[in-house]
């Protein structure tokens, strides 16, 4: 199992390092409604930030909010310069487009990576904030040692947040690159050739040792409720692990990532801000 603990700590405490209490970048998070998960990831994105040294605002609204509402109010924080990230906790009520709101905010503020302009950017390799859980993912199989040039990568999920940026990215380091959606056809015919799986399906244990060849390397981004109620991940762990050479687990393994590139991104606003406002 690969130790993304170890890695996500190191990467935390570098940025605490590098922040020094000199450097005190602020995010500001939009909660929308009360959603019990959106709640929970806004409390551990707090929390993080706190640890390393970044001040956060988080600005929780009614769900019944419209959308002109919130994007005057992004509008606001883009020209507030004490703001050096805003984050807008997705899923958002089904009454605003959500594409409307990311837009709205200053890609340049963009800590996750979603605005149009950064999204360009990635896809023709030109400086921009790359997404949290697709970064991450990178980072976790970079740190396992794990040899992404030649390597036969699937990526079940085609999302704008996980399996497109993630497959763009494995791409980029010359992987071959196959990505499976729900209407893929003998899917894990697929699936059992890839050196690199990477599962971001949203299905609770979707993914079955039969679907997987001895000795890959599975990369599970699911966060799922089980039957039981547990937090689970995409990937059958128990079952599938025994066939891999690195495996990680949910809970743990890339969610803990995607919030600690989080603050690398916001870190990383801040200081583009700064060059910036240097001259
Ligand atoms: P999403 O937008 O719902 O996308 C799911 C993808 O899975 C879609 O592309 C869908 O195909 C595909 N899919 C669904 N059923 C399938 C099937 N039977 N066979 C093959 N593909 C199938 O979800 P997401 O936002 O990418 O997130 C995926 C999972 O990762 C969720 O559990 C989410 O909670 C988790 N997640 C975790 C983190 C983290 O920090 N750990 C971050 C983001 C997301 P179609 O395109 O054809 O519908």
Redesign the pocket.
Known sequence: MIDTKTLSKNKREKIKKQLDHNYIPCLAVILVGENPASLSYVKGKEKACREVGISTITITLEDRITQEELIKLIDELNIDNSVDGILVQLPLPSHIDEFAVINAIDPSKDVDGFHPSNVAALYLKQKGIIP??PK?IIDVLDFAGVEIEGKYAVV????N???MPISKLLLDRNATVTI?????KN?SDITSKADILIA????PL?VTADMVKEGAVVID????RGENGKLCG?VDFENVKEKTSYITK?PG???P???TCLLENTVECFMNRKVLSNG
Do not use: E, P, Q, Y
């Open positions: 949290c859980t991450g079940i999920g085609r999302s947040i996980v399996g499976c959606h729900s209407k893929t899917l971001a399906v949203g299905k979707f981004v699911g966060v799922n995409d949910v393994g890339i969610g990532m995607t919030i």
